[in-house]
């Protein structure tokens, strides 16, 4: 290698704003002896370096393979430039503040452990300061609201810097330089204690002092956070729980708890090395583990009842550290909103909207201007599964590396919207939307365009949307009233592409993994309209990115009061019922479900049965988990989202249980009425494309009446209906051994099916394909649908 001097320009793209990259490039620079500069743009870093070759080969290296912490480098490239005879040592450039900018916003994260210890150390001018951060933490998307990435367009605009913040923000040697949201008590934002009408509490008294002390108390307190306000109570106080619960009109879905560290967790839930490793990431989701049958730890059962999971994260701000720090319990730390709407940033909308929920407001005067719910994630098989896709992983960037020739929008589905832009060389998945049932979760998803089209100067030219026509995004999509989506820009109307929901789950996979290639999916979820105008949610699809092939299904069954059926799934059972047996039959059945229905209701529904029309039925695997659950009497009306699957797969969890071996009425098989000393099991095979429901519905009917419905027999059914769901997918996936297999849809995330899936198909030679961030829920769509309209 030569040592005579050359002098090169690199480009870098991904998340390289906001992370520490320029200080970074300056200090190795230094170590090296680098002549040049490094600057932010619109196009990412830039920076042009003078050395010799081999200082420049070894200089691109370390840039590429040890990049900040926060950093992901999507692209780097280098070419040569005239020597200058003027350059002198290395700088950093201000940033310029240039057009269409295509950086890739970082997501908020976490306190590192740095900005822990200041606040802490009571030697340290950060001592006790809520709203510590530096290069290496903090809040990132929920503060911006243009690029690049500076001060002044962020919400910490308002706030001028100390000379003691100033000094650190202008060192580039030290952590704190070019830290957006850097400050201190002296020149920062500060918390205040506020009652429900938001008049301070106490003017005389420390705010977070009131707060602990409320907490103690057992009072139910909104704390404004990163990304939103969240409802705070003792989570081992049963009645601060049950009231959170009755003034929330929340009866049952599970509420998630915040712990000191990694060893009071330890006590509540076990896991394995992957899942400690996820709840201690720098993203500090929510992260769903198993609980402990004997905690050491005692919280509310009323937190999560009847199910053995238990949603747990850690303190990701310094202001969680300082509660924590004070409070020896863990605490109920749920999002702030109402049912169906989006998360609260603002603590007017507290007073007016939860102002009877709650008893004080623990509030700050930093503004967030993008809100930004928590993640929520499990561990299946040793991998990451996002559920819900927001603060820490959002917004998501992909690279794409082949150019996206027009702009492209994916406005995505009705429930767990997100939305997705894709131009250049990009594609970005906003954080989580919501379901979009309210005027204020309408708002949100508007708010959300308007965010992302203005940091981006993002105008359609098409927009992806769903094939159901009442879907809100669909509407519009079609709708005539915009010509662009930043007004700042004027274009044609875009032209609109409808794809077919559950083959935008499978597009989805194939985005994530860079694919346009043929696969076998499996796409298990609640309904989305299918091409044949019915409701699927089980089907088996030969599809690449250009199209699709239906190659199998669940039978449809009949929804009796449409989507009443789903709050009450004894509908659901009656309507598989129907198709083998008369009113009369069912009743002789005694299945518990049924025999609570009145006479006249029964009838009622039998009659409204008949004159359903084929178009409204579902082959909704999720549906059939209803189904099954209400069969089984584990679910009478459901009252939130998933929650017959949740419970089938903790009663299949229980068949697991070593101490259940024990149990009277284990190994007993039905066959044809009689009961053999074998384990109950199910048989389902694909005929003419089709799974039989009845049949399989048929034979649960026979294990859940023909014996005492007692809980280990409800788990004995439980794990081998999931068995069964488990071999009908391996069975097909059998037909195609050269072809990618992908598990895709809301379904899959029962961690116990997901596994016993992957577990089988990769034992008999099948090559799965799978996802890394993007869930696998609703909230893929919208990349599924950008996927599909960039590439055809």
């Not at 992957?274 to 009323?302: C, F, G, N, Y």
């Not at 194939?510 to 696969?519: F, M, Q, R, Y």
């Not at 059945?589 to 409204?616: E, G, Y």
Request: hydrophobic share 40%.
């Amino acid at each position: 290698m030569t040592d005579v001097s050359i002098r090169v320009g690199i480009k870098i793209t991904g998340i390289v704003q906001g992370v520490g990259f320029r200080p970074f490039v300056y200090r190795l620079a230094h170590e090296l002896n680098l002549s040049g500069s490094v600057l932010n743009n619109s196009e990412g870093v830039t920076i042009e370096a003078q050395a010799s070759a081999k200082v420049i080969n070894h200089f691109k290296q370390q840039l590429s393979e040890s990049p900040p912490p926060l950093a992901r480098i999507d692209n780097i490239s280098m070419f040569e430039l005239p020597l200058s005879n003027s350059v002198n040592g290395f700088t950093i450039i201000h940033s310029e503040n240039n057009a269409d900018a295509v950086v890739a916003v970082s997501a908020d994260k976490s306190s590192c452990d740095d900005c822990i210890a200041d606040i802490t150390d009571a030697s340290s001018r950060h001592f006790r300061y809520p709203f510590t951060n530096c290069t290496n933490c903090g809040p990132r998307y929920s503060i911006i609201k243009a690029l690049p990435y500076d001060r002044k367009h962020t919400s910490m605009a308002g706030f001028a810097m100390c000379k003691a913040c100033a000094a650190q923000y202008q060192d580039p040697l030290n952590r704190r330089y070019h830290a957006q949201p850097v400050s201190c008590p002296d020149c920062g934002p500060e918390v205040s204690f506020k009652n429900t009408d938001l008049s301070l509490h106490n003017h005389s008294l420390d705010a977070i002092a009131q707060t602990v002390a409320a907490l103690k108390a057992g009072k139910i307190i909104a704390i404004k956070g990163l990304g939103g306000f969240h409802l705070v109570c003792d989570a081992s106080n049963n009645a601060s729980v049950a009231t959170l619960r009755e003034r929330k009109h929340r009866p049952a879905k599970p509420l998630a708890i915040m712990v000191k560290n990694r060893n009071v967790a330890q006590q509540l839930v076990q896991g394995n090395s992957v899942e400690w490793t996820t709840l201690e990431s720098q993203e500090r989701p929510i992260v769903v583990m198993r609980k402990h049958a004997q905690a050491d730890v005692t919280i509310s059962e009323l937190v999560a009842p009847n199910i053995d999971r238990l949603g747990i994260f850690l303190p990701y701000t310094p202001l969680h550290h300082l509660l924590l720090q004070q409070l020896d319990t863990p605490l109920v730390m749920t999002s702030a909103n109402l049912s169906g709407e989006p998360i609260i940033t603002d603590s007017k909308d507290i007073a007016a909207k939860l102002g009877s929920v709650v008893d004080y407001i623990l509030d700050h005067n930093r503004p967030i201007l993008n809100g930004c719910d928590d993640s929520v994630v499990q561990i299946v098989n040793n991998r990451l599964q996002v559920i819900r896709l927001a603060r820490g992983y959002a917004p998501l960037s992909l690279y794409c590396p082949t150019a996206i020739n027009k702009p492209t929008l994916g406005v995505g589905a009705q429930q767990k919207n997100t939305v997705c832009f894709g131009f250049e060389h990009n594609l970005f998945l906003s954080p989580h939307i919501g379901n979009l049932v309210s005027i204020e979760a309408e708002s949100y998803f508007h708010n959300t365009l308007s965010t992302f089209s203005r940091l981006y100067h993002f105008n359609a030219e098409q927009i992806a949307h769903d094939l159901h026509p009442d879907y809100f995004t669909s509407h519009w999509a079609k709708s005539s009233t915009h010509t662009a989506i930043n007004t700042d820009t004027k274009i044609g109307q875009p032209q609109t592409i409808a794809v077919q929901h559950h083959y935008a789950h499978v597009l989805a996979m194939l985005a994530e993994n860079n694919t346009t290639e043929k696969a076998v999916a499996f796409t298990f979820d609640g309904t989305g309209l299918g091409a044949d105008n019915t409701l699927w949610g089980g089907e088996i699809l030969l599809a690449d990115a250009h199209d699709f092939e239906r190659i199998g299904h669940l039978k449809p069954f009949k929804l009796i009061g449409g989507e009443q059926a789903i709050k009450q799934p004894v509908r659901l059972l009656l309507s598989v019922l129907l198709e083998k047996y008369s009113m009369q039959q069912i009743l002789k059945l005694n299945i518990p479900a049924i025999s609570r229905l009145t006479s006249f209701s029964l009838s009622n529904l039998c009659k409204v049965w008949q004159s359903i029309p084929a178009t409204n039925s579902t082959s909704s695997i999720g549906r059939l988990f209803d189904v099954v659950a209400v069969l089984i009497d584990l679910v009478d009306k459901v009252q939130y989202e998933g929650q017959a699957g949740i419970l089938i797969e903790t009663a299949a969890n229980q068949a697991l249980n070593p101490e259940f071996e024990h149990c009277e009425f284990k190994n007993i098989e039905v066959t044809n009425g009689d009961i053999n000393p074998q384990a109950v099991n199910f048989q389902m095979t694909l005929i003419d494309q089709q799974w039989d429901t009845v049949a399989l519905i048929d034979q649960i009917v026979t294990a859940a009446t023909c014996q005492p419905l007692t809980p280990h027999r409800q788990a004995l059914i439980a794990k081998a209906f999931m068995d069964t769901l488990a071999d009908m997918v391996c069975d097909v996936a059998k037909q195609h051994p050269t072809l990618p297999i992908i598990l895709t849809g809301g379904v899959f995330q029962n961690r116990y099916l997901s596994e016993r899936c992957e577990t089988q198909l990769l034992a008999q030679g099948n090559k799965l394909m799978q996802n890394k961030l993007v869930p696998i829920n609703d909230a893929g769509i919208a990349l599924g649908q950008t996927w599909f309209a960039i590439h055809n």
